[in-house]
């Protein structure tokens, strides 16, 4: 005997993306700036970005982020993209950090 009642598939949920994944599915943009500061000895600095609506947000970037074994220095013009934080403050930070000329 049928009641008449349809049984709906069960609801699965989606899995969360990695953050490579997250990456890998955005266009890349790169953006320019100056290096705020860089410590050789912490192994990270920070990229004063050129976009003027950008003003007063520094944007750090870890050594393992330097394309090709380069050490940047104060005031070095640079190219960068942007990847989302892995930390709990939510803040983005920069990726594959180069040199302006190259």
């Not at 009641?3 to 997250?22: F, L, N, R, S, Y």
């Amino acid at each position: 005997m049928s009641c008449g009642a349809t049984v709906e598939p069960a609801q699965i949920p989606a899995a969360k993306a990695t953050v490579g994944e997250v990456m890998a599915n955005t266009e890349t943009t790169l953006h320019r700036g100056r290096v705020k500061s860089f410590s050789e000895v912490n192994g990270y600095g920070f990229i004063l970005r050129n976009n003027e609506s950008d003003q007063g947000a520094d944007l750090f970037f870890h050594v393992s982020a330097i394309a090709n074994n380069w050490r940047p220095k104060s005031g070095h013009q640079v190219t960068f993209e942007i990847a989302p934080s892995r930390q709990r403050d939510g803040r983005p930070h920069a990726i594959n950090v180069k040199p302006l000329d190259e």
